[in-house]
């Protein structure tokens, strides 16, 4: 039996190599297809998985302010409310928001940190804003504030580029300096973090939050999680869905080459039956064929799609899976690939083809050998 297959495999080999023009562009279109359906899945799992381990460190509970649906800034006097709930261990001011840079169209976060400490009058930029503006530690950068009026500041340092996915496009500044450029008056936060003494309890804190300020949002740290884990799906589905015209198209296309069997192949499977092979041997010739075929297509593809995921940065769809930002951090993602990536790109890929090839193989089988070589 085994000697038998041998035998099978080497002809089917042979067969192949006979053909090489038809299925070396089977090959190269196959294998374009499993790289685009294969990058899209490994960049959306590696970075939703990247994103998933930032947000552990998120705060438990944010606590927003809103006006009709508006996000509004936050007394500092509701941190004192909030604090006396039962299970709230601490309640702490943010202050933090956006800056559009008109000069360079550029969006930069503002961050005033309480765990590092920012002298007035100056600043501690992302790498990504460094890029931008060719400013390094020493150097003046000036922004025009709420009022209108340039606000120039030194730049002390060049945040790490270890955490550029963090900080590509963040901006550090003092407590002062913040209310200066953003007009966000004294008495006032961006909003409120809370640390809660048992997990548990997020949900009905949360709710007597909203009992006794009707006009706050309590944001908990899992409803943070789920909507970037919805973002980063709704953009893969995105890319998905537009590739799923070339998939259509290569299942069209492997259709066609497989039902349309040339006479060349007609007739040697005509020979074959004539000289004493069965119609289980040619199917299996031909299973062998679309397997060395597709498997090749599915490992030349996956490789070629991991290189270009975790080598590259993923360059091909990095503007619309990291959205619309014109700082895109300049990281390469941890390499992370699972089995059940692998078994659906594999059903996807190499089951059709794989079918698409028996099928016709099986009818041609079943014909007289006599009537094919005659035709």
């Known amino acids: 039996m085994i000697e038998r297959q041998r035998h099978i495999v080497n002809f089917t080999l042979a067969s192949l190599l006979r053909r090489k023009r038809k299925n070396g562009a089977l090959l190269l279109v196959y294998s374009l297809v499993v790289f685009l359906l294969a990058s899209v899945m490994f960049f959306a799992h590696a970075l939703k998985r990247e994103s998933a381990l930032i947000l552990r460190e998120s705060p438990e509970i944010v606590v927003q302010r809103s006006f009709t649906g508006r ?32 000069n360079f169209r550029a969006n930069y976060t503002l961050i005033a940190p309480e765990s590092r400490r920012v002298a007035p009058g100056t600043i501690a930029i992302g790498s990504g804003i460094s890029r931008l503006r060719n400013a390094f530690a020493g150097d003046t950068i000036s922004f025009t504030g709420f009022d209108g009026r340039l606000q120039s500041y030194q730049v002390t340092s060049v945040l790490n580029e270890a955490s550029q996915l963090l900080t590509a496009d963040l901006i550090l500044m003092s407590d002062s300096d913040y209310r200066a450029l953003s007009g966000l008056p004294a008495g006032f936060a961006t ?32 409803e943070i999680q789920r ?24 299942i069209i ?21 004539a000289i004493g092979w069965e119609t289980s041997d040619i199917l299996m ?16 593809g996956t490789i070629l799609a991991y290189m270009h995921v975790f080598w590259t940065s993923s360059a091909l769809f990095l503007p ?22 692998l078994a659906i790109l594999f059903t996807l890929t190499v089951l059709p083809y794989t079918v698409a090839t028996i099928v016709p193989s099986w009818q041609a089988a079943t014909v007289d050998p006599d009537s094919v070589m005659r035709s």
């Open 227 to 250: 909507t970037y884990d919805a973002v980063f799906s709704w953009r893969s589905g995105l890319l998905l869905a537009i590739l799923a015209a070339t998939g259509f198209a290569f």
């Open 191 to 222: 909003d409120l973090v809370l640390t809660v003494r048992n997990a548990k309890e997020y949900s009905t804190i949360a709710e007597k939050i909203i009992r006794i300020l009707p006009d706050c949002r309590p944001i908990i740290r899992n």
């Open 71 to 102: 996000w509004q800034p936050i007394p500092l006097a509701y941190a004192e409310k909030i604090a006396g709930i039962r299970g709230v261990l601490e309640v702490k001011p943010r202050l933090w928001g956006y800056y559009y840079d008109s």
């Open 253 to 273: 296309f492997a259709w066609d080459k497989a039902t349309g069997l040339s006479a060349e192949e007609r007739k040697e499977i005509g020979i074959l039956k």
């Open 320 to 341: 619309v899976l990291k959205g619309w930002s014109t700082l895109y951090p300049d990281f390469r993602l941890v390499p992370f690939v699972d089995l059940s990536q």
């Open 285 to 300: 010739m031909k299973f062998w064929e679309g397997q060395v075929i597709s498997l090749t297509a599915f490992l030349v």
